[in-house]
T-cell receptor, first 113, second 110 residues
Framework: DSGVTQTPKHLITATGQRVTLRCSPR?????VYWYQQSLDQGLQFLIH???????AKGNILERFSAQQFPDLHSELNLSSLELGDSALYFC????????????FGPGTRLTVT | GQQVMQIPQYQHVQEGEDFTTYCNSS?????IQWYKQRPGGHPVFLIQ?????EVKKQKRLTFQFGEAKKNSSLHITATQTTDVGTYFC??????????FGTGTRLTIIP
């Protein structure tokens, strides 16, 4: 158990819908990272927040947005969902920003039908 | 762009054989990290290499960082069934994010 929690574990929704994925970092960690992992694919970095502030952005679609709240939990919002958005979404946390090991949550498996 | 290439994509070995996966970057890395993802699981941090030419060992696992800080390798000696999974390298270019390699999926033939 990494100490990072993600909800929900599974999510099935229809095209065009909007969903929110939630992540709670390890106690004391200030950084949250979001990744997308499609079937048999690598980890695509989406976005990084540190203590509520956006620090880095990857190839995140405009339909996707995220935020980190004062209690340090983070939410990833995915809208106008398409079939291709079906994937495993991981959240990871680390103590600080920069070069530190990341602790991954169990992931949310999103299926768009 | 900043990319990290990883080979091979798949590796099937007999139990007891050695295994190696390689990562290459076109530009110098600040550091490189290695993660393991078991089937159905999430990535788990293994190690971070920071210094040029650094070599670190964890039991049967040996990690190396190239002199130019552009390449790295993970070598497993005498593989066991518990080594099954996908091994990812993740390059840090000093830009507040990790760039993951495509991963090497290791399967063990008992």
């Amino acid at each position: 158990d990494s100490g990072v929690t993600q909800t929900p574990k599974h999510l099935i929704t229809a095209t065009g819908q909007r969903v929110t994925l939630r992540c709670s970092p390890r106690s004391g960690d200030l950084s949250v990272y979001w990744y997308q992992q499609s079937l048999d694919q690598g980890l695509q970095f989406l976005i990084h927040y540190y203590n509520g502030e956006e620090r880095a952005k990857g190839n995140i679609l405009e339909r996707f947005s995220a935020q980190q709240f004062p209690d340090l939990h983070s939410e990833l919002n995915l809208s106008s969902l398409e079939l291709g958005d079906s994937a495993l979404y991981f959240c990871a946390s680390s103590a600080y920003s920069g070069s530190h090991e990341q602790y991954f949550g169990p992931g949310t498996r999103l299926t768009v039908t | 762009g900043q990319q990290v290439m990883q080979i091979p994509q798949y590796q099937h070995v007999q139990e007891g054989e050695d295994f190696t996966t390689y990562c290459n970057s076109s530009t110098t890395l600040s550091n490189i990290q290695w993660y393991k993802q078991r089937p159905g699981g999430h990535p788990v941090f293994l190690i971070q290499l920071v210094k040029s030419g650094e070599v670190k060992k964890q039991k049967r696992l040996t990690f190396q960082f190239g002199e130019a800080k552009k390449n790295s390798s993970l070598h497993i000696t005498a593989t066991q069934t518990t080594d099954v999974g996908t091994y990812f390298c993740a390059g840090d270019f000093g830009n507040e994010k990790l760039t993951f390699g495509t991963g090497t999926r290791l399967t063990i033939i008992p």
